[in-house]
Nanobody, 122 residues
Framework: QVQLVESGGGLVQAGGSLILSCAAS????????MGWFRQAPGKERDFVAA????????YYADSVKGRFTISRDNAKNTVYLQLNSLKPEDTAVYYC???????????????WGQGTQVTVSS
């Protein structure tokens, strides 16, 4: 069982930056692939980024590639998402999630945080 708690969301102007954190409980954090997803009002939850168990592989949605960076610190049981060059269309609730397999499929992630709101003003 893994419990995830996100933090770091907020209101930022277009072009600005934020860093999101996701703290995980338990001693098996390094056994999980970690992902970030986001959901805008009235839309489906979309994949944003994923990072492999030891951090040596990452994968990004095309819409955020070159602007967002996912990283993890297994010693701190934490995964991060650095958001740069933010656009109004990045406005959404951002969720971190955990899975035992390398995947970007929403349905394959077993554990989810409660989400943190990111709002980008134009």
């Amino acid at each position: 069982q893994v419990q995830l708690v996100e933090s770091g969301g907020g209101l930022v102007q277009a072009g600005g930056s934020l860093i999101l954190s996701c703290a995980a409980s338990g001693r098996t954090f390094s056994m999980y692939v970690m992902g970030w997803f986001r959901q805008a009002p009235g839309k489906e939850r979309d994949f944003v980024a994923a990072i492999a168990w030891n951090g040596d592989s990452t994968y990004y949605a095309d819409s955020v590639k070159g602007r967002f960076t996912i990283s993890r610190d297994n010693a701190k049981n934490t995964v991060y998402l650095q958001l740069n060059s933010l656009k109004p269309e990045d406005t959404a609730v951002y969720y971190c999630a955990a899975t035992r397999r390398w995947t970007i499929r929403y349905d394959d992630y077993n554990y989810w945080g409660q989400g943190t709101q990111v709002t980008v003003s134009s």
